[in-house]
């Protein structure tokens, strides 16, 4: 595996007059109330452990006060840690002196807010150019860089109003724009949805994930919605009271959650749109290669059902049944599977929400294939697998909630 | 001292000592005025040079040039009509009464006094936002210096520097300087944290988060300030008339002595006036130089 691209180690961070008085306390592990009510002193944040890798979208989850905002501004050190490592590549963030901590802030990670952090005396355009500014880049090349990432967002046209005269979007749009102008190759995301109505958010999400697909940036995303983070994320460490309690990627967390905690949060998930089909399919076992119908009657017998997936050099082609392939037997055993014998089902891609495979999985007589864009079955999708993920929900909480 | 009398009388310190310490406290600062009063002058030799100047050339130009002047400073801080109309009338009747002259004194004491309370104010209060042990020391301070009796502190700074000018404006100052002080340390601390907070994460140094964010953020606060000094300036002008400053408040202050009614009347309405414009033009030109604020309510 490639190297982390930031790395934080045993991170510990204490609230109050001495911190570092009190971490013998916390190593001799003493909970967060008795800490408190011995000295006064918060637990913010203990033995955080993590890494992020290149490229990918690691979202920080967990409910106010669990610490996650305290957490991403580590990563930039607007908040020091009482202990820990925190490193960027071969940097130690630690170990930065002022100067080169700017410097650091400068160039390698910029961070969008959640109540967006826009300068309200500046123009939107000056937003955007803000961190080029600070860098000492000529205004001529800031504003026109600005006006290019305005243009990204879809905000063009907006460049000399204020924030103040824009709506929630815009604004976080402008903030995103700023994030991305300096080219930073870390992306730190506080609750940056949060503060936006249900449909713009969804529609930011998109955006970010749209963005995402042509930039490659590290995105380090703060949230407190699963569901968010379910869409967005490429692996997603939970938080609870300042300490990890899962990390993983958005199946695992929804497959196999590790504690009751999680699946507190688990439970409330629309599973239907986080998981992909990928995620349920079984394995493809009915698949039928035989040239000749004898051949395929053979391997009909092995696979032990009453269809199969005829699959040739090009690919996934239609459905057998045994039925078919009994009648053409008594014919001409040794006649050629073609096309006359299969019947068109059209197969789903493994990428697709499961939410929207839904009708055709349940309307279908058989279990779907699973293709992907080559043309190769990677899997099948029953309705008796869907029905198992996304009734094992309905079963735990028992609410009359449907799947929406 | 009696033992029983404490319970119905103070017991208070003996006369003599008490003597004492005034004698030895008086003629100690006598001493200090004596062996560095010259020396404390000549540090404020520039200042009066300044002071001398611009009042000579507000007296030696035109009058029809100031007015032209004054109305043109009115009209591009707060681009009004209304307001230059304003001005001009109420310059017109100061003149037509006679007291031209002396309201240009008092203009070019009260113009001095708050440039200099500004140059010294935002800087303390820069200090103060900055350091909570600064804000602990400094509060009080100004506390004192808003509450003491004027006269109490002029005392001190006319045995220092005799009569006159410098003098004066050093009472306006202390006494008008604390609002913008006061409120340039509130404006900035009162700057919303998480834009403060962007620009750190962008990696602004402090002198980058001071001129970029936190003194644009904080100016309709400081402007507040800014117009009280103004004020408070302007209030003082008689009080300062007491120990030889020319202007609007020696006429006011003859008219006590002398139970001048009218005379006091008239050059107490010119001070209203002054105090008039120069409030309307401060509070006009912040309100113009914050119109990024409009709209703020579809945020």
Same mark, same amino acid.
């Given at each position: 595996m490639a190297k982390p691209l930031i790395q934080i180690e045993g991170l510990y961070k204490v609230f109050g007059k001495q911190p570092k008085s009190v971490m013998p306390m916390v190593h001799a592990g003493q909970s967060k109330e008795q800490i408190l009510a011995d000295t006064?002193?918060?637990? #913010? %944040?203990?033995n955080i452990n993590m890494t992020v890798n290149k490229g990918e979208i690691f979202v920080i989850m967990g409910l106010s006060g669990s610490g996650k905002s305290t957490l991403i501004r580590h990563?930039?050190?607007l908040i020091d840690p009482t202990e820990g490592v925190i490193k960027f590549e071969d940097i130690d963030v630690m170990k930065l002196p002022a100067k080169e901590l700017e410097q650091f802030r400068r160039h390698k990670m910029s961070m969008v807010f959640q109540r967006f #952090? %826009?300068?309200?005396?500046?123009?939107v355009l000056e937003n955007v150019s803000y961190g080029l500014s600070i860098q000492g880049v000529k205004k001529g090349v800031r504003l026109a860089k600005a006006k290019e990432w305005l243009d990204t967002v879809g905000l063009?046209?907006?460049?000399?109003?204020?924030?103040?005269?824009?709506?929630g979007g815009q604004q976080q749009r402008v903030g995103l724009a700023r994030a991305l102008c300096t080219n930073a190759e870390i992306l730190l995301m506080d609750?940056?949805?949060?503060?936006?109505?249900p449909l713009i958010r969804s529609e930011m999400q998109d955006q970010l994930i749209e963005l995402q697909d042509k930039l490659h940036k590290t995105i380090i995303f703060i949230t407190h919605d699963l569901d968010e983070a379910l869409r967005i994320g490429d692996r997603i460490a939970i938080l609870k009271d300042g300490e990890m309690v899962q990390q993983g990627t958005p199946d695992e967390i929804l497959l196999?959650?590790?504690n009751d905690y999680v699946e507190a949060f688990v439970k409330d998930v629309n599973r239907a749109r986080a998981l992909t089909v990928e995620n349920v399919m079984k394995p493809p076992s009915r698949r039928i290669t035989a040239d000749t119908i004898g051949e395929a009657l053979e391997q009909m017998k092995i696979i032990k059902g009453d269809y199969g997936y005829y699959v040739n050099d090009d690919g996934y082609q239609g459905i057998v049944t045994q039925d078919t392939l009994e009648e053409a037997c008594c014919e001409n055993d040794s006649q050629k599977l073609g096309d006359e014998f299969l019947e068109e089902l059209a197969g789903i891609a493994?990428?697709?929400?499961l939410e929207t495979v839904i009708p055709e999985t349940l309307e279908a007589e058989y279990s779907l294939p699973v293709i992907d864009k080559d043309g190769n079955l990677k899997g099948e999708l029953s309705r008796r697998s869907l029905a198992d993920v996304l009734g094992d929900r309905e079963k735990c909480e028992g609410n009359t909630k449907t799947a929406a | 001292m009696a033992e029983s009398s404490w319970l119905t009388k103070f017991p208070q310190m003996d006369r003599a000592d008490l003597t004492g310490i005034r004698k030895s406290l008086d003629s100690a600062y006598r001493d200090f005025s004596r062996e560095y009063g010259e020396s404390i002058e000549a540090f404020f030799d520039p200042l009066l040079i300044f002071l001398v100047w611009f009042e000579k050339l507000l007296l030696a130009t035109p009058w029809w040039l100031v007015i032209i002047v004054v109305t043109a400073i009115v009209y591009i801080a707060c681009r009004s009509w209304k307001l230059c109309l304003g001005v001009v009338i109420s310059f017109l009747a100061i003149g037509y009464f006679g007291m031209w002259e002396n309201t240009m004194r008092t203009m070019s004491i009260i113009t001095v006094c708050t440039l200099m309370a500004i140059a010294l104010g935002i800087p303390i209060g820069i200090i103060m936002a900055r350091s909570d042990k600064a804000q602990s020391v400094i509060t009080p301070m100004l506390d004192v210096m808003q509450t003491m009796p004027a006269f109490v502190y002029l005392i001190p700074v006319v045995m220092l520097l005799?009569?006159?000018k410098i003098p004066g404006v050093i009472a306006v100052i202390i006494y008008a300087i604390p609002p913008v002080i006061r409120l340039t340390n509130l404006g900035i601390r009162l700057v919303d944290k998480e834009v403060l907070e962007a620009a750190t994460a962008y990696g602004a140094n402090s002198t980058q988060r001071l001129l970029g964010v936190q003194l644009p953020l904080a100016m309709p606060t400081i402007m507040a300030g800014i117009n009280q000094t103004i004020m408070m300036a302007l209030s003082m002008v008689v009080i300062a008339s007491m120990i030889?400053?020319?202007?609007?408040?020696q006429p006011v202050l003859k008219s006590i002595t002398n139970q001048y009614f009218t005379l006091g009347l008239f050059n107490g309405l010119a001070i209203v006036a002054l105090a008039i414009i120069f409030d309307r033009v401060s509070q006009a030109y912040a309100k113009r130089s914050q119109r990024h604020m409009e709209g703020m309510q579809n945020g």
């Open positions: 006064g002193h918060t637990l #913010g %944040l203990k990563f930039n050190r #952090g %826009l300068m309200p005396h500046r123009t063009a046209g907006y460049e000399s109003q204020y924030p103040a005269q824009l709506s609750e940056a949805f949060s503060a936006l109505d196999n959650p590790a493994p990428g697709a929400i | 005799g009569i006159g030889g400053v020319k202007g609007l408040g």
